[in-house]
Nanobody, 123 residues
Framework: EVQLVESGGGLVQAGGSLRLSCAAS????????IGWFRQAPGKEREGVSC????????YYADSVKGRFTISRDSAKNTVYLQMNSLQPENTAEYYC????????????????WGLGTQVTASS
C-alpha cells in the first residue's frame, strides 16, 4: 500500500523559511516521481513542484521559482521541499503525491496522495 506522510509545516512570519518532508513507503521509491501541491481555502489545488524518480529532473510552478527547492534522499525514502521567502499568499495545505512520471503529476492525474501539512505565513 502506497503511503505518503507529509511533515514540516507550521507558522512563520513573512520572509521566513520552512522545509517540508514527504516520507514514502509501500512502493519502490526510486521508481516514482514525487510532487508537491497546495490548496488554500476557497481556491483550486495548485501544483508546486515535482522531482523525477532519479532526481535528475525537476519542475517548479512559476510562482515559486527561485524560492522553493525540491530534493530527494533515496536512503531515507523522503522528498523535501525547501521553501524560502514565504509570503502570506503561500499559506495553504501542502500535499505530496507519487506517480511514476512527473508529467502525470504536473497534469494533476495522480491517485496516490498524502494527508497534507499546513503552512501559514503571517504578515
Amino acid at each position: 500500500e502506497v503511503q505518503l506522510v507529509e511533515s514540516g509545516g507550521g507558522l512563520v512570519q513573512a520572509g521566513g523559511s520552512l522545509r517540508l518532508s514527504c516520507a514514502a513507503s509501500g512502493f519502490t521509491f526510486d521508481s516514482y516521481a514525487i510532487g508537491w501541491f497546495r490548496q488554500a481555502p476557497g481556491k483550486e489545488r495548485e501544483g508546486v513542484s515535482c522531482i523525477s524518480n532519479s532526481g535528475a529532473s525537476t519542475y517548479y510552478a512559476d510562482s515559486v521559482k527561485g524560492r522553493f527547492t525540491i530534493s530527494r534522499d533515496s536512503a531515507k525514502n523522503t522528498v523535501y521541499l525547501q521553501m524560502n521567502s514565504l509570503q502570506p499568499e503561500n499559506t495553504a495545505e501542502y500535499y505530496c503525491a507519487a506517480d511514476p512520471n512527473c508529467r502525470a503529476i504536473i497534469a494533476d492525474r495522480v491517485e496516490n496522495w498524502g494527508l497534507g501539512t499546513q503552512v501559514t505565513a503571517s504578515s
